[in-house]
């Protein structure tokens, strides 16, 4: 039997140190800055999210909360808003999303090319871990991921991307206090999914004709569009992430062997929920199905992650993801999270 010792791959090493990431966050970022209580004061006709990939998804939940308060909000990704500028008007605040600060499409909507028009807005709040980028030099204000560099798959910032919208919110809504970042370190610390996700990897391997669907509910849909996002990259298989309802709607067809579902908000307390009917009915096809969080059913394995804040619970259910990646890689052979044809930072539009 071969016992050599895994060696842990760059990406491996992000998803460890992503604990420490967001207790530096806790320690550099315990309450919204001056600049950013003084844009949330100021009146909007509507808060515009936007940003590419990871750093998109991270924004769901805060362009959830404000919609529920009552607030006029979109969440549109840049390269469509690069589309739709008329979107953005003068009394708008610009909410932007980028680890790094400098992808294309970011750099395109801070710096126009000559005849496209792009109102200023109001003010821009730039959410990235680069003070120095384009998006950080032309923001109101800035708040900082402190995640440190990534090697290759988006794990510390975007977990540091969610504690970031969550002071945000804090500084826009104005109740109660910011969901603790330390505390949410904690919790991810603590996780173990390692077993299950080998489990969910050996079936998906075994398949053959593998088809992966991640379904989240509620703020768990950007969870979902997280992990379909990483799978891809870290371990170069077809996934897709679906916002509840969506994937009854034509990707239901996807059911039955071969498929493996993974579904993100699975709770005990709310069994009459559209993830528990969701589940037995992929049951019943002869799905494979794993449920994040802490429902137990017939004939479905459970990554069991904590009931807590959004952070908290957003923060595990991605530490989830990050490791059914990893083990579907290492299952098929390849290193997680190397990149075969793109790099970090897309600066090509």
Request: contains cysteine; glycine residues 10%; proline residues 6%.
């Amino acid at each position: 039997m071969d016992r050599s010792p895994v060696i842990l791959s760059p990406f491996e090493l992000d998803i460890a140190a992503q604990p420490d990431a967001l207790r530096e966050f806790a320690r550099a970022s315990p309450s919204p800055s001056a600049e950013l209580a003084a844009i949330a004061r100021c009146d909007y006709d509507r808060i515009v999210f936007t940003g590419m990939g990871s750093s998109h998804f991270a924004a769901l939940p805060s362009w959830r909360q404000l919609a529920a308060d009552g607030r006029s909000t979109w969440r549109v990704d840049t390269g469509q808003l690069l589309d739709i500028p008329r979107l953005i008007t003068e009394a708008t605040l610009l909410v932007i999303t980028s680890q790094s600060g400098a992808s294309g499409e970011i750099a395109a909507l801070l710096s126009p090319a000559e005849g496209r028009q792009l109102s200023r807005p109001l003010a821009v709040v730039g959410i990235t871990n680069d003070p120095g980028s384009p998006l950080g030099r032309a923001s109101d204000a800035v708040i900082l991921l402190h995640s440190g560099p990534e090697a290759t798959v988006s794990t510390k910032s975007y977990l540091n991307s969610l504690a970031a919208h969550q002071q945000l919110l804090h500084a826009l809504i104005g109740t109660g206090a910011p969901d603790s970042p330390a505390g949410a370190a904690q919790v991810v610390s603590g996780l173990s999914p390692v077993s299950a996700a080998a489990d969910l990897a050996r079936v998906v391997t075994a398949a053959s004709n593998p088809r992966i669907a991640f379904i989240g509910t509620r703020d768990h849909g950007a969870t979902a569009l997280y992990a379909g996002l990483i799978t891809k990259e870290a371990a170069k298989i077809a996934a897709e992430g679906f916002i509840g309802g969506q994937f009854r709607h034509g990707p239901l067809e996807l059911a039955g062997p071969g498929l493996s579902a993974i579904l993100f908000g699975a709770w005990a307390d709310d069994t009459s929920g559209p993830v528990t009917g969701l589940a037995g009915d992929l049951v019943a096809t002869g799905a494979d199905v794993t449920l994040i969080g802490d429902l137990m059913l017939p004939g479905t394995r459970t990554i069991e992650t904590p009931r807590g804040t959004t952070l908290t619970e957003l923060a595990a259910g991605a530490v989830a993801a990050q490791h059914i990646a990893v083990q579907i890689a290492r299952a098929r052979g390849i290193e997680p999270g190397a990149f075969a044809y793109g790099q970090k930072v897309t600066t090509t539009l």
